[in-house]
T-cell receptor, first 117, second 112 residues
Framework: DGGITQSPKYLFRKEGQNVTLSCEQNLNHDAMYWYRQDPGQGLRLIYYSQIVNDFQKGDIAEGYSVSREKKESFPLTVTSAQKNPTAFYLC????????????????FGPGTRLTVT | KNEVEQSPQNLTAQEGEFITINCSYSVGISALHWLQQHPGGGIVSLFMLSSGKKKHGRLIATINIQEKHSSLHITASHPRDSAVYICAVTIYPPNTGNQFYFGTGTSLTVIP
């Protein structure tokens, strides 16, 4: 079955620790995205990648880092510099490449709920 | 300022009722997306449309480009329709990366 997997579903960390959230897709999509969701707010873009070994900051990239070494994988690291890391994190992918000519659906993973205390 | 506004924020309906969720946007778009988020958190795409109307089962999505407005209708609502419905747009011209701009969502509860 094709899809996007995120692990773990729930993650607990102590303040000051870095934590990495996993995102894997087998849809052969070029583009991948990380979003953060907080209660009462729309999804906000953290980082996105249109192609392997390239990624761009979104609206709220401060305190986060990513890598895209493989097409299938786009891990997100929440660093200790992120002031309010407790949130629900969603990964998504789409067929969009670098042309920017068309709109595409995005396919979402099940999410990881991160709690930092 | 949010490019995408949804109403209502919360909606409670009796089973069987006809439901309408509205979405207005303030930018030129290449497409509008309706998404469904279940209580577990995962999001699925319901519709992508750039003009007219689309139907899938009991769900109907319409868009009026001139008025920059879209509606999602649910006919014969059922408790399993209870979810958060999210409107999102991709701007025109489509920027590289196919970025979405999201509304804050409408939380729907359908009571048996």
């Amino acid at each position: 079955d094709g899809g996007i997997t995120q692990s773990p579903k729930y993650l607990f960390r102590k303040e000051g620790q870095n934590v990495t959230l996993s995102c894997e897709q087998n849809l052969n999509h070029d583009a991948m995205y990380w979003y953060r969701q907080d209660p009462g707010q729309g999804l906000r873009l953290i980082y996105y990648s249109q192609i392997v070994n390239d990624f761009q900051k979104g609206d709220i990239a401060e305190g986060y880092s990513v890598s895209r070494e493989k097409k299938e994988s786009f891990p997100l690291t929440v660093t200790s510099a992120q002031k309010n890391p407790t949130a629900f994190y969603l990964c998504a992918s789409s067929a969009a490449g670098t042309s920017g000519l068309y709109s595409y659906e995005q396919y979402f993973g099940p999410g990881t709920r991160l709690t930092v205390t | 300022k949010n490019e995408v506004e949804q109403s209502p924020q919360n909606l409670t309906a009796q089973e069987g009722e006809f439901i309408t969720i509205n979405c207005s946007y303030s930018v030129g778009i290449s497409a509008l997306h309706w998404l469904q988020q279940h209580p577990g958190g995962g999001i699925v795409s319901l519709f992508m449309l750039s003009s007219g109307k689309k139907k899938h089962g009991r769900l109907i999505a319409t868009i009026n480009i001139q008025e920059k407005h879209s509606s999602l209708h649910i006919t014969a609502s059922h408790p399993r329709d209870s979810a958060v419905y999210i409107c999102a747009v991709t701007i025109y011209p489509p920027n590289t990366g196919n970025q979405f701009y999201f509304g804050t969502g409408t939380s729907l509860t359908v009571i048996p």
